[in-house]
């Protein structure tokens, strides 16, 4: 009976302690997404600087127009290409760092910790600066190495065939440190009982990484999975100062695109769409990855 | 914007000490957020009194109402006045007949080719007319063999098909600027001669950016022709030794027919306009006045190589000595602006992208700019709601 009652005064303390949080959720995160939800239903343009009543509720055309946008199928299939390429490539040079730096043999463990984390916390615009110097196909260090091997230069950022393939190795090289260190976390968590007692019945190295270690990650796994997938399906710096989109939009992603619209041309009804259709991708991925994980706790 | 907004800080204290009453403080922004930039500057109310606008722009901010209207300014100047300046650049700051900005400095497009190649291809001097100037691909083509093409139109440029379009005198845009014109037969001409040039192997099927270094294949004759800018006076002066410095020059682009030579170019650039948001519009005008004086221009040209707008600067030495920019001078007198719309730059980027299909030989031309016609019709849309 005390407690039934006690709960609204508790509840009642607890949202006055929540209220802050809340309101600045609710000013700065659900109402600007309610407002462009709204934009894009409406043809929000340069013209509506001018007057604001020259918008005019359009309904679904901004939708019907980006389905009818080659340069949006462009920017979709860019954005997945960097998504499941890089994603996965990202989650697994973490995990081999993650393996390496947590294996007792290793030396100079917080040395290397921190070489491998300082890219995740480096500007992006300083990075980008010193891979075009990297990249570029006559006299960087990437194609005088390929060189000494009697490999043809690349040109890395200029070609439309390798332009993502340099993205792609940047970001990985850029994120890599922040899931190795959730990885190492993982590894740290797992009991050493286990791996002695797998040791005990002469399970292989590989048997043990494959029924202890991997298994016991998942956790991590989903987490990262998440989290980079999100983080990569917004991609949107890299090309930004490595590329613009270009060449032939090789690199334009839906983030790329979404910015052009909205800010270069004004655009932003048709900007709010795309944003929205990322919007649904993202969450149907995420629910995807979700759904995998649950039926394999099952 | 870029390397003129680097250049402008010395011309600016030049005024600041002519005018003690007077600080300007300059703001560089690089070209390639300047356009966003600028529009997030109108919506955040913070413009700045005066600004560098490129042309094709102009249209865009006075219709959004960020641009003071100068005619009263210029009626009533004695520092300058509209016939000072080469008249298709001045056509290029009006939008509904009125003066939103004062040419700064000039944008077009001439022909940089080959001189010796061209002579070994029987032509004394560059071709005039179309049908001359195709007869000289074809021989620097017979010329080169497999080696190279004779002449360069990177595929992801919109510039030239559209000076090609402007020498049919194709409107590009229906006469009130609500639809597209590049179906009608003068555009359609226009776009078969450039296409032709694909088809035919004269022009390489490459973009700008799979291009390397054009001077390097210039020296060496893969490529002779060239339709490009003034920047390129800078370039091949830089990237060249001395001793190739004599392997390419410029001219005014050949027209349909000799009678007509020369053919038109663009009028592009950029100007020099105040923001209607400025409570200093009147200081605005006379650094505008103060830039636009002839000896100023010769030396923002000294300083950045961007051609002057004002004729009279012209008469300086330094350029009317230099025999590789008097084909600008020539051209400067037969330019038009594009068309005074604000969705221009989004039109401009569809011309390529439509047209490849057409060079690529996968489609026909009146096909290739029947989907141009549809897609600027798309983008017109709101500008036919609106009239």
Redesign the interface.
């Known amino acids: 009976m005390r407690t039934s009652r006690a709960l609204p005064g508790e509840a009642r303390a607890a949202f006055l302690f929540l209220a802050p949080g809340l309101s600045i959720i609710g000013l700065f995160f659900l109402l600007p997404i309610g407002a462009s939800l709204l934009l894009s239903f409406a043809d929000f343009d340069i013209y509506a600087l001018a007057d604001p009543t020259n918008v005019r509720l359009s309904g679904l055309a901004n939708y019907g127009a980006l389905v009818r946008d080659p340069l949006f199928w462009i920017a979709l299939r860019n954005t997945c290409y960097f998504v499941f390429a890089g994603g996965p490539l990202t989650l697994g040079v973490a995990l081999g760092a993650a393996l390496l730096l947590h294996s007792r043999r290793a030396r100079a463990k917080g040395l290397f910790r921190t070489i491998f984390f300082a890219p995740y916390v480096t500007t992006l615009v300083g990075v980008a600066v010193v891979f075009r110097y990297l990249y570029h196909p006559r006299f960087g260090l990437i194609a005088r190495g390929l060189h000494a091997l009697g490999i043809a230069p690349i040109d890395w950022l200029g070609d439309p065939h390798w332009a993502m393939a340099g993205i792609i190795l940047l970001s990985i090289w850029k994120n890599f440190g922040y899931a190795m260190i959730l990885f190492i976390a993982g590894l740290s968590n797992i009991p050493e009982t286990l791996y002695e007692a797998a040791r005990l019945d002469g399970a292989s190295s590989w048997q043990i990484f494959r029924r202890i270690t991997v298994p016991l990650l998942a956790p991590t796994f989903l987490f990262l999975g998440v989290i980079t997938a999100i983080g990569y399906f917004q991609f949107f710096a890299e090309p930004y100062v490595m590329t613009s989109g270009g060449p032939l939009n090789a690199t334009l992603s839906m983030g790329l695109l979404m910015y052009k619209q909205g800010f270069r041309w004004w655009n932003m009804g048709y900007a709010a769409a795309i944003s929205f259709v990322l919007f649904l991708i993202i969450l149907a991925v995420s629910l995807v990855q979700f759904g995998f994980a649950g039926r394999k706790d099952a | 914007m870029g390397r003129e907004g680097e250049v402008a800080r010395q011309l600016v204290d030049e005024f600041d000490r002519a005018n003690p009453d007077l600080h300007l403080a300059v703001q560089q922004i690089p070209w ?1 957020s300047a ?2 930039k600028l ?2 500057a ?2 955040g109310k913070s413009t700045p009194d005066l600004g560098q606008l490129g042309n094709t722009w102009i249209p ?1 901010f006075a ?3 960020a641009l003071e209207k100068l005619d009263a300014r210029v009626a009533g100047s004695r520092a300058l006045a509209a016939a000072d300046f080469f008249a298709g650049i001045w056509k290029g700051s009006l939008y509904d007949g009125a003066v939103y900005g004062i040419p700064w400095y000039v944008d077009t497009r001439v022909l940089f080719y080959r001189p010796d190649l061209l002579a070994r291809a029987g032509f004394s001097e560059p071709p005039r007319s179309w049908p001359d100037w195709l007869e000289a691909m074809h021989r620097i083509q017979a010329l080169q063999g497999s080696s190279g093409h004779p002449i360069l139109l990177p595929t ?1 440029e919109w510039e030239q098909v559209t000076i090609l379009g402007l020498q049919q005198r194709s409107g590009l845009l229906s006469s009130d600027g609500t639809r597209g014109a590049f179906g009608q037969p003068s555009f359609t001409a226009a776009a078969a001669f450039y296409v032709g040039l694909f088809r035919a192997g004269l022009a390489p099927l490459v ?1 700008y ?2 291009i ?1 270094n054009a001077y390097q294949e210039f020296a060496r004759g893969t490529i002779a022709m060239w339709i490009t800018g003034p920047w390129n006076l800078g370039e091949f002066r830089r990237r060249l030794p001395p001793d190739q410095q004599n392997l390419w020059a410029t001219a005014p682009l050949p027209a349909p027919q000799a009678s007509e030579w020369p053919g038109t170019s663009f009028a592009g650039g950029s100007s020099l306009a105040v923001f209607r948001a400025s409570p200093r519009a009147g200081e605005a005008w006379r650094v505008i006045e103060f830039l636009s004086q002839p000896a100023v221009q010769v030396r923002f040209y000294a300083l950045s190589g961007d051609l002057p707008a004002r004729t009279a600067s012209w008469d300086d030495s330094a350029l009317a000595a230099d025999p590789k920019a008097r084909a600008f001078r020539t051209q400067l007198e037969h330019v038009a602006p594009m068309p005074r719309v ?1 969705e221009w ?2 039109i401009a980027q569809k011309i390529p ?1 439509d047209l490849e299909p057409a060079i690529r030989g996968r489609e026909d031309v009146g096909a290739a700019l029947a989907a141009l016609d549809r897609d600027v019709d ?1 983008v017109l849309e ?2 036919r ?2 009239l």
């Open positions: 390639t356009h966003e529009l997030t109108f919506v865009e219709a959004i109402g992801n973009s950016t799979q390397g604000a730059e989004q992208e798309g709101k500008r709601w609106m």
